[in-house]
Every structure is written in structure tokens, then in C-alpha cells.
């Protein structure tokens, strides 16, 4: 089961009983990531750029009316 790499610095992640700052791979990095929640916008890259309403009906049949 691979692990995943530290969501801040991206470096490898000790096991668990060596390292329990996991999913971080330090205290620092964790504190950084807590620092992250507190102040600055934290996004979680976990949406799917799938829900996209780029459906635009190009139509243009009710303008040009002559009102
Ligand atoms: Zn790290």
C-alpha cells in the first residue's frame, strides 16, 4: 500500500509508528497545514472538473427584437 506524499512539501511520508505527523511527513509540515486552515483559503484538490454547466444556448432567436 504506497503512501501517499506529503500533502505540503510533497516528500515521502514515513509509516505511521515512526511518524506521527501523518498525513504529514514533519510537525512542521502539519503546523503549516493547520496554518493554512486558520488563515489563507485551503483547497482540497478533490473536486472533479466534471460538474461544468458550459452549456450556452447560442441561439440568439429573441434578440435583435424589435420592441
Ligand atoms: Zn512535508
Known amino acids: ?3 501517499q506524499p506529503c500533502p505540503i512539501c510533497q516528500k515521502p511520508v514515513a ?7 501523518q498525513p504529514f511527513c514533519s510537525r512542521r509540515c ?9 488563515g489563507e483559503e485551503y483547497r482540497v484538490p478533490d473536486r472533479q ?4 454547466e458550459d452549456e450556452m444556448p447560442s441561439d440568439g432567436s429573441d ?5
Not at 502539519?30 to 486558520?38: E, I, K, M, T, Y
Not at 434578440?63 to 420592441?67: L, P, S, V
Request: proline letters at 11%; zero cysteines; charged letters at 35%.
Open 1 to 3: 500500500m504506497p503512501l
Open 15 to 21: 509509516p505511521r509508528p515512526e511518524n506521527t505527523s
Open 30 to 38: 502539519r503546523a503549516v497545514d493547520l496554518g493554512r486552515w486558520l
Open 49 to 52: 472538473a466534471d460538474e461544468r
Open 63 to 67: 434578440r435583435g427584437h424589435d420592441a
